[in-house]
Structure formats: structure tokens, C-alpha cells
């Protein structure tokens, strides 16, 4: 049975629509009924179908984030310009996850779900509610950027550009162990009762530690060197940091949502389309792709992204200087998204 939680609701993320496409098959195994992808468009589809831009979710976000940061008539993402469909990931919480199914797969027995089946997913949606065959691009950060590799190598004749910032297309060792940390830090707090609690706030103390671990990699040692917490939202050390930001962004997330997402992320590998064979997955893509990591990340760092971007054919790393680290991408350095915004408008301007 289902948890009631308030916090995925439009209230707190803004007007979305709930798409069904019916039972899905899901890569390792088994279906999940009636999937729910939750969505927010923004702008007009054209005649010729061609101006559609998606934009998948990362790690604990919803299309919140980027309609906020990212989207707009001030944005290359210009709604007057583009059909701007956000789909939040399976399992973050507004599309089907743990806390709202109910019977067989609810809670703790949520099944595993990959990124591939995300871009299934994603692509039967825009196929059956908009008839959208072809992509003019498909841009995401961090786990939207692992599903922007994974669409560019599996579906390549639908891909014409692809922006993946922050993030790679075949997830490392190091990145699946500090991941694995993150989920330790839920499913150690007894609380969590193997996924059988009654409520997020059963698993407060997981989730605050989850939140502080993610901080210790997501910022750079330069942005706490620098005091960056003051800049980012005027807080005067680092322990009110996080307490008024980091913990009270996560108190109210489902703890099973979130290991739900950690267990994709952990398993993002485009070679599993090609029996293991990265260089062969990469050699499929067809799409104009910028891999954009950005300058002090250490969850994806540019090293690791440089090693997989000369594999692809049309590809071309831009890296995006700022000391925010990998959470730069919520745009709390001013100098990361006027980067970002130029890079999408020449890999906008290419005729593909």
C-alpha cells in the first residue's frame, strides 16, 4: 500500500500532467503496472513536429528545477522557440514510485528500474501523446545526462543533438561506490525497517545523513575553501548550511524513491546495449553530442567524461569552468549557465 506524501504534490513542484502508458516491461524483469510518467511541456509543438526538445530529471529533482533554472523566454530553452517536454524519471516521486502504487509493488517492493527503461518509457510517451518521431535535442544534468547518453545510443536515428552535462554514459567504480554510500545512509537508520516505514519522517536521521554526504562530494573542496555557502544563499557557516539548506531539502523525500534512483544511477551503462562494448555503444550515436562536464566535479569529472566523448563520431567535450562543483548545476555560480547557455545555442545552431 501506498505512502500519502504532501511533498510530491503541484504544490510544492508546480502544475504537471500525468501520462499512463500502461503495463511496462522493465529491463531487469517483470512489469510495472499502469506506469504513471509525470510531465510538464512548455511551448507549441510545430507543424513539421520538429522543434522538441526533452529534458529527463536527475537524482531527487523534478521538473521544478528546470523549469526554473533552465527554461524561459530569457533561455535558449525558449518556450516561444520550442515544444519543451520535462519527464520526470520512474521512481522520483511525481511519476510512479515506491510511495504512490499501490498492491504487489509498493514500498520496499518497488522493482528495480534502469535508465534504459526510463528512455523507453520516454520515447513511447512522446511517440503515443505527441506524436513526436525525432528530437532536436535532449539535454539533462547528472542522471538526465546518463539518460541523454542512453537515447542517443539506443534510439540514434531520433537523437539530432545531444547536450549531457554533468554526467557519463557508463557510470565508474568510484562513482557506484559513493553512491552505494548515499543509500547506506538511508538503509542504516532503523527506521527505515528494510522499506517498511510509515512515513519519511520515520528515516529523518538517514535522510540528513544522506543529504551531508552528498555535500562532501557535490561541493568542491574549492567552493568550501572559499566560504561558497555565503554566496550561495547568505549562510553564515557551513554547519547552517546545512542544517537550513541540506537537511530540510531532503526531510521530506521518500527514502524508497530515493534508493529506487540510487540503483539506477549506480547501474547506468549505455555498453549494455552492445553486449559490454562501450566503444561499439558509442560508435552508434548519430546525434551531435556536447559532453559537458563541469570543471570541479567530483562525481563525474571531466577526466572521465574526455575518456568516453572521443568515442563518439559527431561528439565534442565543453567544459564548464565553475568551483560549485557538481552542484552547479542548481546555477549557484552566476558564471556557470551563461557557459551553459552558450554552449546550447551553437549546439542549437548546427544544421544536423
Keep these: 500500500m501506498g505512502i500519502a506524501n504532501p511533498f510530491y504534490t503541484e504544490e510544492f513542484h508546480g502544475s504537471f500532467d500525468l501520462h499512463a502508458l500502461g503495463d511496462f516491461e522493465l529491463d531487469e524483469g517483470g512489469v510495472l503496472p499502469d506506469l504513471q510518467l509525470a510531465v510538464a511541456t512548455f511551448g507549441e509543438l510545430n507543424a513539421a513536429r520538429d522543434n522538441c526538445i526533452l529534458v529527463p530529471t536527475w537524482y531527487s529533482g523534478t521538473h521544478a528545477i528546470m523549469r526554473d533554472v533552465y527554461i524561459g523566454p530569457d533561455r535558449v530553452l525558449d518556450p516561444s522557440r520550442y515544444f519543451i517536454v520535462v519527464v520526470n524519471q520512474i521512481g522520483n516521486g511525481l511519476s510512479s514510485s515506491p510511495h504512490n502504487v499501490d498492491g504487489a509493488h509498493a514500498g520496499a517492493n518497488f522493482p528495480r528500474v534502469r535508465i534504459g527503461d526510463d528512455v523507453r518509457a520516454?520515447?513511447?510517451?512522446?511517440?503515443?501523446?505527441f506524436g513526436?518521431?525525432?528530437?532536436a535535442l535532449v539535454m539533462g544534468g547528472s542522471m538526465g545526462a546518463q539518460q541523454t547518453w542512453e537515447w542517443a545510443v539506443r534510439f540514434p536515428d531520433k537523437v539530432r543533438r545531444a547536450a549531457a552535462i554533468?554526467?557519463?554514459?557508463?557510470?565508474?567504480?568510484?562513482?557506484?561506490l559513493y553512491t552505494g554510500?548515499?543509500?547506506a545512509a538511508l538503509q542504516h537508520d532503523p527506521g527505515w525497517n528494510g522499506g517498511n516505514y510509515a512515513s519519511p519522517a520515520d528515516v529523518a536521521a538517514g535522510l540528513r545523513l544522506h543529504g551531508r554526504y552528498a555535500d562532501v562530494l557535490g561541493w568542491s573542496t574549492e567552493w568550501f575553501r572559499q566560504e561558497g555557502w555565503r554566496r550561495t544563499g547568505d549562510w553564515g557557516s557551513v554547519e547552517e548550511f546545512q542544517r537550513e539548506m541540506t537537511d530540510a531539502y531532503h526531510a521530506p523525500m521518500d527514502p524508497n524513491a530515493l534508493l529506487t534512483m540510487g540503483w539506477k544511477w549506480q547501474h547506468a551503462d549505455v555498453a549494455r546495449n552492445t553486449g559490454g562494448d562501450l566503444a561499439a555503444?558509442?560508435?552508434?550515436?548519430?546525434?551531435?553530442?556536447?559532453?559537458?562536464?563541469?570543471?570541479a566535479d567530483m562525481f563525474f569529472p571531466p577526466r572521465d567524461v574526455e575518456r568516453e566523448i572521443v568515442m563518439v563520431p559527431r561528439g565534442e567535450l565543453r567544459v564548464i569552468d565553475s568551483i560549485d562543483g557538481h552542484m552547479g548545476l542548481l546555477a549557484t555560480d552566476p558564471g556557470y549557465l551563461p557557459q551553459v547557455e552558450q554552449h546550447l545555442a551553437e549546439l542549437l545552431a548546427l544544421e544536423v
Design 166 to 176: 554533468a554526467g557519463t554514459a557508463q557510470n565508474t567504480p568510484h562513482d557506484f
Design 122 to 129: 520516454q520515447e513511447q510517451l512522446l511517440r503515443e501523446a
Design 132 to 135: 513526436v518521431e525525432e528530437l
Design 281 to 295: 555503444a558509442l560508435g552508434r550515436i548519430k546525434a551531435t553530442v556536447y559532453a559537458m562536464p563541469i570543471s
Design 181 to 183: 554510500n548515499l543509500m
